[in-house]
């Protein structure tokens, strides 16, 4: 079972919109409307941003959307802030024999 | 007060062993399944082992199947990762997550010789 793949890294000016993918296949991403986000900062650790493709923790910022289509799913990052700044990694739950949850291969946000 | 607090990380040679437990407070324990989840520079995140509501249910990474046990006590708010025949590439940060929401800090696992 290989990870979910994600671009290395995306950068972005202040207050533009990013987009970040993560493609699987459809034993997990296209299979499963399970599919989380995560904020990670340096030394800390990952922070739940979305899940179950669509939804929004309480708290979280309303720039952060996302989506999904076939086997991809997309974070979007709008009005992009310096805070923004950070590792962003996909998960997605799969009918793998060998594993429960796929992470994705994890995405560096420059602001 | 930290909802997730891992402990029991180190420094352990090839085939030790090693017993990371994670206390948890702030929310109902035993109402939530939970995941152990490792995290490595060159791997990334991995998910390691998973344990239902009440302890029933587990399932393991073909990675670490046979050697690592996953177990609760909901009465004491606990989680535990028994790791035995460590290897090298077991060398990571091991994170205790509730369902796939909330992790803790982690503890690093360090296996060498």
């Known amino acids: 079972q290989s990870a979910l793949t994600q671009p290395a890294s995306v950068s972005g000016s202040l207050g533009q919109s990013i987009t970040i993918s993560c493609t699987g296949s459809?034993?997990?991403?296209?299979?499963?409307?399970?599919v989380s986000w995560y904020q990670q900062y340096p030394g800390e650790a990952p922070k739940l941003i979305i899940y179950d493709v669509t939804d929004r923790p309480s708290g979280v910022s309303n720039r952060f959307s996302a989506s999904k289509s076939d086997n991809t799913a997309s974070l979007t990052i709008s009005g992009l802030q310096a805070e923004d700044e950070a590792d962003y990694f996909c998960n997605s739950y799969t009918n793998s024999s060998t594993l429960l949850y796929v992470f994705g291969t994890g995405t560096t946000v420059t602001v | 007060e930290v909802p997730l607090l891992e402990s029991g990380g180190g420094l352990v040679q090839p085939g030790g062993s090693l017993r990371l437990s994670c206390s948890t407070s702030g929310f109902t324990f035993g109402h939530y399944e939970m995941n152990w989840i490792r995290q490595t520079p060159g791997k990334g995140l991995e998910w390691v082992a998973y344990?239902?509501?009440?302890?029933?249910?587990?399932y393991y990474a073909d990675f670490v199947k046979g050697r690592f046990t996953i177990s609760r006590d909901n009465a004491k708010n606990s989680l535990f990762l028994q790791m035995t025949s460590l290897r090298v590439e077991d060398t990571a940060v091991y994170y205790c997550?509730?369902?796939?929401?909330?992790w803790g800090r982690g503890t690093l696992v360090t296996v060498s010789s």
């Open positions: 344990i239902s509501r009440s302890g029933q249910t587990i």
């Open positions: 997550v509730k369902e796939v929401e909330l």
């Open positions: 459809t034993r997990d991403v296209g299979g499963y409307n399970y």
